[in-house]
């Protein structure tokens, strides 16, 4: 299909006369599917010896945003946009929120976002090229991370995985160590037949070099591989078909469903329930208020068919509870029987952790 640029935003309510001032601020888009690892990216780009100053937007498409709450403590502020995706559904509060960012007394010296698995890269890009933002950012890289094991996986998404990739400058092969080298081949073989040029960089766990992610230079559509052959992957043959009809069409491709309880599971019992959900559920992911170690939070994370529950640090000041977060495909979650399955995993409660003092 022909790719046409969508029309960018006007930002008519926020007054952007322009006056002499600092340097942009450069924005880098982490983007990706759904369990890529872009969380555990981000975490090593705030956790490197970078000396700058940052914030954080983390966007999530469920109601509740357990990306934000996996983000290392360390020195930046780290700003939730939940319910919603950013390149289409609540793109306004992204140039709010941005906007606000920008104008804050501690003005950043750098704006990490990491974008929800379910989202177009392209209305994002449109979106921080809207007028509001001359002067004041500038985009510096899109980078997506690719699951090794589960790239190929769910061909029937393989649309979105494709634009994410395409519009990126750097796509990251995450998770190297769970494959052997025959399916990096067969990535590598698969992206050759796909894209004209792309850049990629093997490693596990997100471990990237700094240089490779930060002020790279200012991103330039015309070098993203935005050809028909690397798009149009659906077998849709409208010529009048703009993106932005697939920008705005999440809501009919994922459904999302949200869990919480103050109860303890235990988590033997909560990795028995989710090794066995539904294909109709791409990912899930939560934090966990456990009976094993109720004084730790648990960490869930749900990709296909693999499963990982670790536990991280004490709760501290933070109240003890279970918060879960399912991703699966439009009208197949069965939110009733996903909630019977999840409290079958309920422990006996033994009362909440005393909290500690922040």
Not at 19 to 42: E, S, Y
Not at 262 to 272: G, I, K, T
Not at 284 to 292: M, V
Not at 303 to 329: E, H, N, S
Request: charged share 25%; aromatic share 4%; with cysteine.
């Amino acid at each position: 299909m022909p790719w046409e640029p969508m029309h960018p935003l006007t930002c008519d309510a926020i007054d952007h006369e322009l006056r002499a001032g600092p340097l942009p601020i450069p924005v880098t888009i982490l983007t990706g599917f759904l369990g890529a690892g872009k969380t555990t990216l981000l975490n090593q780009i705030l956790s490197g010896d970078h000396g700058l100053r940052m914030a954080v937007l983390v966007n999530d498409f469920g109601s509740i945003n357990i990306d934000a709450e996996l983000i290392v403590g360390v020195e930046s502020d780290v700003i939730s946009l939940a319910n919603g995706c950013i390149c289409c559904t609540i793109r306004d509060d992204l140039v709010d929120t941005t906007m606000a960012t920008i104008n804050r007394p501690e003005r950043p010296e750098y704006i990490l976002l990491e974008a929800s698995g379910v989202a177009d890269p392209a209305g994002i890009m449109v979106t921080f090229g809207a007028d509001c933002f001359r002067d004041r950012i500038r985009l510096d890289s899109i980078i997506c991370v690719v699951d090794a094991e589960q790239l190929l996986a769910i061909p029937e998404l393989m649309e979105l995985k494709i634009r994410q990739m395409a519009f990126a400058d750097l796509n990251i092969l995450n998770k190297v160590d769970l494959v052997d080298r025959a399916q990096i081949d067969r990535i590598r073989a698969w992206l050759d037949s796909r894209f004209h040029r792309y850049r990629l960089v093997e490693t596990s766990h997100g471990n990237v070099p700094l240089d490779l992610l930060l002020s790279v230079g200012r991103f330039d559509p015309a070098h993203a591989d935005l050809t028909p052959r690397a798009l149009d992957d659906d077998g849709c043959t409208d010529p009048h078909r703009r993106h932005d009809h697939h920008a705005h069409g999440r809501s009919t491709t994922f459904s999302t469903w949200s869990y919480e309880s103050e109860l303890p599971l235990s988590l033997e019992a909560l990795r028995d329930v989710v090794q066995n959900l539904s294909p109709n559920i791409y990912r899930a992911k939560g934090i966990i208020y456990s009976s094993d170690a109720p004084e730790r939070r648990a960490v869930l994370q749900v990709v296909g068919k693999r499963v990982d529950i670790a536990l991280q640090d004490r709760w501290g000041a933070r109240t003890p509870g279970t918060r879960i977060v399912v991703i699966g495909a439009a009208g197949r979650i069965d939110a009733a029987a996903l909630r019977a399955q999840i409290e079958t995993a309920q422990a006996p409660h033994q009362g909440a952790p005393d909290r500690e003092q922040p």
